[in-house]
């Protein structure tokens, strides 16, 4: 049985061609006196007006009789996590995270991290809130092997510390990821952003944070973080999936974000949603990413090209790669096969260019990504430097076959690039990755993933 709702509309006339209506209720939206009309359409009509005439819609109404609640289990059995995650071994293992919220901190006896060795990081402010208990069992059960260390960064007296990181930290523990679920406000590239970029640069952690939770701001910082991994919020218990209303409007930087999405609302035995929910599930998929595939410890921007190529859903249905609202689309586990490949050079080289074997009808997406210095950043950002001018250095993705060119993904505002196609033919095609501005001296760390969509 398909779904039902209820819309309340304005200025109907305009959306007499989109609605499959009866032949009254046609008459009653062309009646000049019409000024708004209650009707009931199946589902897909629904989401087909609310991709195409938000502007026009005042109301969506669901039955109360639809449950739209599902276990934690089946939110991450949909997403691949046991099938092509821990039935095969892969649950974190050999990952150490370190999860923090501030000041504040998880209850480490709360039945769903019961038996989990938990290191408490001392320092700073710690207060136990069931936010930081309800995200940090998130990622626990989303990646059981994993090593969690928690700790406060309120109130300590190291540089980083008002911006959710620690450096005393590295010098106790090799940390490969970071997750935080909270941030705040902000239209420019702020000074935790810096921040962000800085210690994901100098030290190799990947950064997780929550883009934030209102559709009609801008993502909230460190979100807006050249290198972090910004996730947002869709909704997986229903049919087809939708997004929440995360955050997805970019800063003035015009960097695209949020990067990737993941569920984040409707999870029984959790109160509340968003992106507070989706960022530690999605950390939590990277962390079985590690351990499958050690190359990508202290390679931030390998595992995030290798994040935005083997996405498992287009969410927003826009028909972009990368889009406004969910970025690369939903994150999760798959089987199909993939290449990776990553440079760390002094010097940026002019391009970069190699040799791979396709197969006609396959589908294939190919993403790249680069760091960037937070203090190099935030120094052109203060500068007044027009957004298309801001990298340091920026790189082109374009793939040939033969000399005839199949993709190209080409931002000036963007330390990524990412193409789908279908290959016309079977052969080696040329993958180039060249190298359109270098604007200030900077190392260069390169991530490289080819994935096989179907």
Same mark, same amino acid.
């Given at each position: 049985?398909?779904?039902?709702?209820?819309?309340?509309?304005?200025?109907?006339?305009?959306?007499?061609?989109?609605?499959?209506?009866?032949?009254?209720?046609?008459?009653?939206?062309?009646?000049?006196?019409?000024?708004?009309?209650?009707?009931?359409?199946?589902?897909?009509?629904?989401?087909?007006?609310?991709?195409?005439?938000?502007?026009?819609?005042?109301?969506?109404?669901?039955?109360?009789?639809?449950?739209?609640?599902?276990?934690?289990?089946?939110?991450?059995?949909?997403?691949?996590?046991?099938?092509?995650?821990?039935?095969?071994?892969?649950?974190?293992?050999?990952?150490?995270?370190?999860?923090?919220?501030?000041?504040?901190?998880?209850?480490?006896?709360?039945?769903?991290?019961?038996?989990?060795?938990?290191?408490?990081?001392?320092?700073?402010?710690?207060?136990?809130?069931?936010?930081?208990?309800?995200?940090?069992?998130?990622?626990?059960?989303?990646?059981?092997?994993?090593?969690?260390?928690?700790?406060?960064?309120?109130?300590?007296?190291?540089?980083?510390?008002?911006?959710?990181?620690?450096?005393?930290?590295?010098?106790?523990?090799?940390?490969?990821?970071?997750?935080?679920?909270?941030?705040?406000?902000?239209?420019?590239?702020?000074?935790?952003?810096?921040?962000?970029?800085?210690?994901?640069?100098?030290?190799?952690?990947?950064?997780?944070?929550?883009?934030?939770?209102?559709?009609?701001?801008?993502?909230?910082?460190?979100?807006?973080?050249?290198?972090?991994?910004?996730?947002?919020?869709?909704?997986?218990?229903?049919?087809?999936?939708?997004?929440?209303?995360?955050?997805?409007?970019?800063?003035?930087?015009?960097?695209?974000?949020?990067?990737?999405?993941?569920?984040?609302?409707?999870?029984?035995?959790?109160?509340?949603?968003?992106?507070?929910?989706?960022?530690?599930?999605?950390?939590?998929?990277? %962390?079985?990413?590690?351990?499958?595939? %050690?190359?990508?410890?202290?390679?931030?921007?390998?595992?995030?090209?290798?994040?935005?190529?083997?996405?498992?859903?287009?969410?927003?249905?826009?028909?972009?790669?990368?889009?406004?609202?969910?970025?690369?689309? %939903?994150?999760?586990?798959?089987?199909?096969?993939?290449?990776?490949?990553?440079?760390?050079?002094?010097?940026?080289?002019?391009?970069?260019?190699?040799?791979?074997?396709?197969?006609?009808?396959?589908?294939?997406?190919? %993403?790249?990504?680069?760091?960037?210095?937070?203090?190099?950043?935030?120094?052109?950002?203060?500068?007044?430097?027009?957004?298309?001018?801001?990298?340091?250095?920026?790189?082109?993705?374009?793939?040939?076959?033969?000399?005839?060119?199949?993709?190209?993904?080409?931002?000036?505002?963007?330390?990524?690039?990412?193409?789908?196609?279908?290959?016309?033919?079977?052969?080696?095609?040329?993958?180039?990755?060249?190298?359109?501005?270098?604007?200030?001296?900077?190392?260069?760390?390169?991530?490289?993933?080819?994935?096989?969509?179907?």
């Amino acid at each position: 049985m398909q779904r039902r709702g209820t819309l309340r509309l304005a200025r109907l006339k305009e959306l007499l061609p989109s609605l499959p209506l009866t032949s009254s209720e046609k008459e009653k939206l062309l009646n000049p006196n019409t000024v708004q009309i209650r009707l009931k359409l199946k589902k897909n009509s629904i989401l087909e007006l609310s991709n195409k005439k938000s502007h026009l819609i005042t109301h969506i109404g669901l039955p109360k009789k639809i449950k739209l609640h599902q276990s934690l289990t089946t939110t991450l059995d949909k997403m691949g996590v046991y099938t092509y995650g821990h039935n095969i071994g892969y649950t974190g293992q050999g990952v150490t995270i370190f999860h923090t919220e501030g000041d504040g901190i998880a209850n480490v006896n709360d039945s769903r991290l019961a038996d989990t060795n938990i290191i408490n990081f001392p320092g700073g402010d710690q207060i136990v809130t069931e936010h930081a208990t309800n995200t940090l069992s998130l990622f626990h059960i989303t990646a059981p092997g994993s090593q969690l260390i928690i700790g406060s960064t309120d109130a300590v007296s190291t540089p980083s510390a008002a911006c959710f990181t620690r450096t005393d930290l590295l010098a106790s523990y090799p940390i490969d990821l970071m997750t935080v679920s909270v941030g705040y406000g902000g239209s420019v590239y702020e000074y935790c952003d810096q921040v962000w970029d800085n210690y994901s640069y100098q030290n190799g952690v990947s950064m997780f944070s929550s883009s934030g939770n209102d559709a009609s701001l801008m993502v909230t910082s460190p979100s807006k973080s050249y290198n972090g991994f910004s996730v947002g919020a869709y909704n997986n218990s229903i049919s087809p999936y939708a997004m929440e209303p995360s955050s997805y409007i970019n800063p003035l930087t015009k960097a695209e974000k949020p990067d990737f999405v993941a569920p984040g609302s409707n999870i029984d035995g959790y109160t509340g949603w968003g992106t507070s929910y989706s960022t530690p599930i999605a950390a939590g998929v990277a %962390a079985m990413r590690l351990q499958e595939s %050690a190359g990508f410890k202290g390679q931030p921007a390998l595992l995030k090209s290798f994040m935005l190529a083997t996405t498992i859903s287009d969410i927003d249905n826009d028909g972009k790669v990368l889009s406004a609202k969910d970025g690369a689309g %939903a994150v999760g586990m798959s089987p199909n096969y993939w290449n990776w490949r990553s440079w760390n050079e002094n010097v940026p080289a002019t391009s970069y260019s190699f040799s791979e074997p396709m197969t006609a009808g396959k589908k294939y997406r190919i %993403a790249i990504s680069w760091l960037v210095s937070g203090d190099t950043m935030k120094q052109r950002v203060d500068s007044g430097i027009l957004a298309e001018e801001l990298l340091p250095v920026d790189y082109d993705l374009s793939v040939y076959n033969g000399i005839t060119q199949v993709a190209l993904s080409s931002s000036s505002t963007d330390n990524k690039e990412m193409v789908e196609f279908t290959a016309p033919t079977s052969g080696n095609y040329t993958v180039i990755i060249n190298r359109k501005a270098y604007r200030t001296t900077t190392k260069l760390y390169l991530g490289y993933t080819r994935y096989i969509v179907n």
